[in-house]
């Protein structure tokens, strides 16, 4: 009984090396693949729009990674990148998710291609300050999202040399590749407007009423929806069958 034990304790010790092994090998794998189509996502990214000055940050998900290594699909690699500037706005962060990805065992030990997405989303954050920085007159203002598509506005407006904080809203839809800023409801706090104040107060809306495009997105990735959160507007993208090397 004593020897069958010390077997079985053996072999279960055995199992827990090679498990061990197994493991190790794995995220050995793990990382110079990681590398290499890291370097080739980076390497290609300016082709497929990626306008930033960093290099993407790629990381790949999923275990066991070596069988994903051997059949050449990957579950999901995710693609990072930040300050993704073009036009008016700038994307402090934009992260996008590769699903169903396939790509070569030897194309990616060789530093080559095609690795193909079969579905691409990402989220762009568009912070609050990129916005006031943009919008007319209101590079003072102090942006807070009350929900439901509508911005709390704090800022003060000159009237006659004197500077009145005013508080106002407004709602932020989106149409497709812009954002469509509408200022309203203007109200001076806590001081009584001199004649001829309002007007300002209108002209302070005005200034916040514009449309604004969303910087255009790598790979081919199609707009699709806003949301206001508390920290950032961010955008949701999709793309299908996405080559991002």
């Known amino acids: 009984m ?34 290499r189509i890291s370097g080739l996502i980076a390497d290609r990214a300016a082709d497929h729009g990626v306008r930033s000055q960093r ?33 008016e706005l700038t994307l402090p962060r934009l992260e996008i998710q590769a699903t169903s990805v396939t790509a070569a065992l ?23 300050e990129s916005l006031t920085t943009v ?4 590079t003072s203002a102090t942006i807070t999202p009350l929900g439901d598509g509508m911005l709390e506005i704090k800022a003060n407006v000159d009237v006659f ?29 806590g001081v009584e407007l001199p004649q001829g104040g309002q007007g300002l107060l209108d002209t302070m809306a005005q200034n916040f009423t514009r ?19 508390q920290d950032a507007m961010v955008v949701s993208a999709s793309a299908e069958n996405v080559p991002i090397a």
């Open 106 to 128: 030897s194309d990616v030990m060789n530093g080559s291609g095609p690795i193909v997405a079969g579905r691409m989303t990402a989220d762009g954050h568009i912070s609050y």
């Open 161 to 189: 040399g004197q500077q009145i904080p005013v508080t106002g809203t407004a709602s932020v839809t989106f149409d497709g590749t812009v954002l469509q800023v509408t200022g309203q409801g203007f109200t001076a706090d």
């Open 2 to 35: 004593a020897s069958r034990r010390k077997k079985l304790i053996i072999s279960l010790i055995s199992l827990g090396v090679v498990a061990g092994i197994l493991v190790v090998g794995d995220r050995v794998a793990a990382g110079v693949a990681e590398d």
């Open 55 to 87: 290099p993407p940050d790629v990381d790949i998900a999923g275990f066991p990674f070596l069988t994903q290594v051997l059949g050449g699909e990957y579950q999901q690699i995710d693609i990072n990148l930040v300050d993704l500037s073009s036009g």
């Open 135 to 138: 919008l007319e007159e209101a």
């Open 211 to 229: 449309q604004i495009a969303v910087p255009e997105l790598p790979y081919g990735l199609t707009l699709e929806d806003l949301r206001l959160e």
